[in-house]
């Protein structure tokens, strides 16, 4: 399974010939490095929860008129896109085969935010390979521990790099690919990976570089 990072937690995953779209969100498309003809070959796109850096409406639909693309996400992203004509297939906790992908969804609670309302979220244990946690750190992802690969966030107003390096030495990965790092300009990605690479890697957990969009690895 080739997994490819398009900015900071959107995601693209290929296997088998098909192509799998996590959280096509707003910073992906934001500076016209990344546009949805990047996308036109999806089969399906979920989306983690309702937060714009996880998804861009304007984007998703364009990106669905090209692919006709299934779209897979909560109740509440659901509600959301519904006025703008796009369908969603609610998402409940389980299992769940999408062509070539096993999925299996758990609910979790959002890290805490200033003064905003937490979104539904789902986290996605992926063909029982790679936890992609969206944006929870919660005790119930741990019982995915030492998962091949984890997606890590790396970077947000609700982290510190103490808690990034605590909630990986609790799910002890082989390896992790960074994401939510979007936000911030090269220089200081670089700089944060300077720091968490040797980090991990004392604990023997490779720590995948992937600063520029098309980058990818393999599991």
């Known amino acids: 399974m080739k997994i490819t990072k398009y900015i900071h937690s959107c995601l693209l995953l290929e296997q088998d010939g ?7 969100g ?12 990047t996308f036109k070959n999806v089969s399906t796109v979920v989306i983690t929860h309702q937060h714009p850096d996880h998804l861009d409406v304007k984007a998703l639909q364009e990106i ?28 409940e906790d389980g299992s769940l085969q999408v ?33 992609n946690p969206a944006d929870s750190f919660s005790p119930i992802l741990q019982k995915f521990k030492r998962v ?14 103490l808690r990034v390096a605590e909630f990986a030495r609790q799910l002890e990965p082989q390896q992790i690919l960074p994401v939510h790092d979007g936000y911030a300009k090269d220089f200081f990605v670089e700089q944060r990976y300077d720091t968490y690479e040797p ?11 992937l600063s520029q969009p098309g980058q990818s690895v393999t599991v």
């Open 18 to 24: 098909e192509q799998l779209l996590f959280d096509p």
């Open 26 to 37: 707003t910073f992906t498309f934001a500076d016209g490095a990344v546009t949805p003809d």
């Open 64 to 91: 669905v008129r090209l692919s006709g693309a299934a779209v897979l996400s909560t109740p509440e992203v659901a509600d959301q896109l519904k006025p703008y004509g796009l369908k969603v297939q609610v998402v």
């Open 99 to 131: 062509g070539a992908f096993q999925l299996e969804a758990v609910s979790v609670p959002h890290e805490p935010i200033l003064d905003s309302e937490l979104p539904q979220m789902l986290a996605f244990f992926i063909n029982g390979k790679v936890l």
């Open 148 to 161: 091949e690969l984890l997606i890590l966030p790396v970077m947000a107003p609700f982290l510190t790099e």
């Open 199 to 209: 980090h991990f890697a004392e604990q023997g957990i490779q720590f995948h570089r």
